[in-house]
T-cell receptor, first 113, second 116 residues
Framework: GNSVTQMEGPVTLSEEAFLTINCTYTATGYPSLFWYVQYPGEGLQLLLKATKADDKGSNKGFEATYRKETTSFHLEKGSVQVSDSAVYFCALNYGGATNKLIFGTGTLLAVQP | DTGVSQDPRHKITKRGQNVTFRCDPISEHNRLYWYRQTLGQGPEFLTYFQNEAQLEKSRLLSDRFSAERPKGSFSTLEIQRTEQGDSAMYLC??????????????FGEGSRLTVL
């Protein structure tokens, strides 16, 4: 079946440190892949996406590359800020045009000044 | 603000009572989704609508759960005879279908249910 596995948190970093949050998936076919972010007290919002193999999604300094050979979609940022503190969810679209998503369990990122 | 709104934000109820949550999607979105999120887990798909038609229900949606979207705009999710295991955050999301579909879901802030 379809599933998403992401690294457990919390991840605690100092400001300006490099961030990697690992995400791997199992899926039939070639799903679109997403990273959603949930800031404290807010709803989930899309951070970035990639729709096919070797695509790189990017937004707000975050990047992730759709790697079919390793079934991965790791999230990276070169220099994190305190304002990046949030829960990050990796997700895949297993419903095609219906946009049904399977989410990972989420990774809490805490950035300290 | 024209985002997805949910009401109430927090509901505390006693086991066995019925509860209803409301979701108002982004006005131009014809698709509406309900997800459930328990502590330490990612959201899980429950059901989705295209306009007023409920097109799919997850097996997570027991017969105590019913969702409606009568006029293709707002939606309600009712839980009858609540159980402690129903305690969770209920998330609503909307999206556009057809040629405007970008694959992105727009989420509300959720309705947290606590069953005592």
């Amino acid at each position: 079946g379809n599933s998403v596995t992401q690294m457990e948190g919390p991840v605690t970093l100092s400001e300006e440190a490099f961030l990697t949050i690992n995400c791997t998936y199992t899926a039939t076919g070639y799903p679109s892949l997403f990273w959603y972010v949930q800031y404290p007290g807010e709803g989930l919002q899309l951070l970035l996406k990639a729709t096919k193999a070797d695509d790189k999604g990017s937004n707000k300094g975050f990047e992730a590359t759709y790697r079919k050979e390793t079934t991965s979609f790791h999230l990276e940022k070169g220099s994190v800020q305190v304002s990046d503190s949030a829960v990050y969810f990796c997700a895949l679209n297993y419903g095609g045009a219906t946009n049904k998503l399977i989410f990972g369990t989420g990774t809490l990122l805490a950035v300290q000044p | 603000d024209t985002g997805v709104s949910q009401d109430p934000r927090h509901k505390i109820t006693k086991r066995g009572q019925n509860v209803t949550f409301r979701c108002d999607p982004i006005s131009e979105h014809n698709r509406l989704y309900w997800y459930r999120q328990t502590l330490g887990q990612g959201p899980e798909f429950l059901t989705y609508f295209q306009n007023e038609a409920q097109l799919e229900k997850s097996r997570l949606l027991s017969d105590r759960f019913s969702a409606e979207r009568p006029k293709g705009s707002f939606s309600t999710l009712e839980i009858q005879r609540t159980e402690q295991g129903d305690s969770a955050m209920y998330l609503c999301a909307s999206s556009q279908g057809g040629t405007a579909n970008t694959g992105e879901l727009f989420f509300g802030e959720g309705s947290r249910l606590t069953v005592l």
